[in-house]
């Protein structure tokens, strides 16, 4: 299955973008903590064209804390600030601004010297869709001001917000890259919910996270769904169809015939694995792009 998904709201919001940049002082890229790689859009470099920048790996609530860990290793000693925060309960949000502050620091003191009093720094936030934006946006607020939603592409179009007098910063809907050229990349960002599950086909990639979860966290599947035997070998699509129809037995995703329903059990699968119901789950390593 060619994951593909670009419309036409994300190829405005590009353009946009590019527009707005030169009134920019910081980026922060957004990127999901379960996913580091497969949610950074390999288009943004180009867009952001060399400006400062401050990685957030979110959703640090629902991904494997060790992991999360040498994930935040991993973008630091490739020159980046890099925070590890939950937009959801605010874990590690006081920390974006000071460090907006050092990455600005050089033309701060430039202007004081100058006696000029510096403005308020300008961000500009761009990430994937459903990467949480929107939740980070509001958090930092204390207020609702950006739409939120558990579906990808809620946020449609460029919407300024202020907080206090020491940043201003720009919304942006998420933007997603016309083709994957790696199918494990789109088979990720669908499992984690980047991408509308109305033009994918859940079986595959359902198939393709529980072949994962068996290698890395099999014990995991065997406590939430009862299942006594993990494929020896994850590469055989027989033992991972095994293990998808225990999951779907023990949801009662039982068609006539008491076959398993497979499309129901994918997305009864995928839905648990979204919400933390098989715990703190990463679906890749830094060492898988050393």
Not at 92 to 114: H, N
Not at 171 to 184: A, C, H, M, R, V
Request: charged share 30%; aromatic share 6%; glycine share 8%.
């Amino acid at each position: 299955m060619t994951i593909q998904w670009f419309p036409g709201h994300m190829t405005r919001a590009r353009r946009q973008i590019e527009d707005k940049l030169k009134l920019i002082d910081v980026t922060i890229e957004l990127l999901d903590a379960r996913i580091p790689m497969s949610s950074r859009n390999p288009m943004v470099d180009d867009i952001l064209k060399g400006k400062p920048r401050l990685v957030l790996l979110n959703k640090t609530d629902l991904a494997d804390p060790a992991i999360t860990a040498e994930w935040v290793r991993f973008f630091t000693e490739r020159g980046l600030k890099t925070l590890a925060i939950d937009a959801s309960t605010g874990t590690g949000v006081k920390e974006i601004l000071p460090k907006c502050k050092e990455l600005m620091s050089a033309k701060i003191e430039t202007q004081l010297r100058k006696g000029i009093n510096p403005r308020a720094i300008r961000g500009l936030i761009v990430g994937i869709p459903n990467v949480g934006k929107s939740t980070l946006i509001n958090q930092l607020a204390g207020r609702k001001i950006a739409n939120t939603g558990d579906k990808p592409g809620v946020t449609k179009g460029q919407q300024w917000i202020k907080f206090g007098t020491d940043m201003d910063l720009l919304d942006t809907p998420g933007i997603l890259w016309p083709k994957f050229d790696d199918q494990n990349v789109g088979m990720k960002l669908a499992a984690t919910g980047a991408i509308k599950e109305e033009i994918l086909h859940l079986d595959d990639i359902a198939f393709h996270t529980i072949r994962y979860m068996s290698e890395y966290y099999g014990e995991r599947l065997k406590e939430r769904y009862g299942i006594e035997e993990l494929p020896e070998d994850s590469e055989n699509p027989n033992e991972v169809i095994e293990v998808m129809e225990a999951i779907g037995r023990k949801r009662g995703a039982i068609i006539s015939g008491g076959r398993v329903d497979l499309e129901k059990t994918s997305l009864l699968f995928l839905r648990e694995l979204r919400s933390g119901k098989l715990g703190r789950v990463s679906l890749e390593v830094p060492a898988e792009y050393l």
